[in-house]
């Protein structure tokens, strides 16, 4: 492949970006009460001490989203809106670790749930040994077991990692299957990480984008 010029490129990456985000920037909210609350969840991803406030991968981006996952955690509750919670889980075997850094081992304190939301409670947690937790088997037990869900409010991090294998992946599971489902993604509830390249708000617009251009429905927010 014949790589296009460099100053070109940059020129017509700064005008696509500049476009994005002001794409991203007048995306409307919605209001929870006005979703069908017996076939909607909340899917809440690997908002655990590992990706916030300990270990290799913690971000202060990601510890950023607590208060806003933890009310929309309560709202659910009021609306008897079910939840689900990832909770990233590893051992010395996992091949991972060739692309991460050592975190979130199983038994140790960063794989557990952030104290704001383990206090609030109330959802069914399942640990996963991969960044899409789709393809766990405890999840696939509580999708078959819950086949009225068409309806997932996507939170949690990380947006360019597990959110978006996560939202990507149901969404083409209920086209596949010829189904509509609403896949939602509030932008003020899923985040990423800075570390070297990987800058966190170029990753996060650009996965936003490309989560939209799947079939995800991207809000602003959900009130």
Request: charged content about 25%; overall charge negative; glycine content about 8%.
């Amino acid at each position: 492949m014949r790589l296009i010029n460099k100053s070109e490129f940059l020129k017509g990456s700064f005008d696509t970006l500049g476009e994005i985000f002001d794409m991203v920037a007048k995306l409307p909210t919605i209001r929870l009460e006005d979703l069908q609350r017996k076939q909607t969840t909340l899917i809440i991803v690997d908002m655990i001490n590992g990706f916030t406030r300990e270990g290799a991968l913690k971000s202060p981006r990601v510890e950023g989203l607590i208060p806003e996952i933890a009310k929309l955690s309560k709202a659910c509750d009021e609306l008897q809106i079910i939840k689900l919670a990832f909770a990233d889980c590893h051992t010395e075997e996992s091949p991972e670790f060739g692309a991460y850094p050592v975190h979130c081992m199983v038994g140790t304190s960063e794989g557990e749930m952030v104290d704001e939301l383990k206090e609030i409670g109330g959802y069914t947690l399942i640990s996963k040994n991969s960044t899409n937790g789709f393809i766990e088997e405890e999840f696939q037990k509580w999708f078959k077991e819950n086949e009225h869900i068409n309806t997932f409010i996507i939170t949690g991090d990380c947006t360019d990692i597990c959110v978006q294998q996560f939202a990507v992946t149901v969404k083409t599971w209920f086209n596949m299957q010829n189904k509509k489902a609403r896949v939602i993604v509030p932008v003020n509830a899923v985040e990423t990480y800075d570390l070297g390249l990987h800058d966190g708000g170029l990753m996060n617009i650009v996965a936003l984008y490309n989560m939209m251009i799947n079939g995800i429905e991207v809000v602003a927010g959900v009130e």
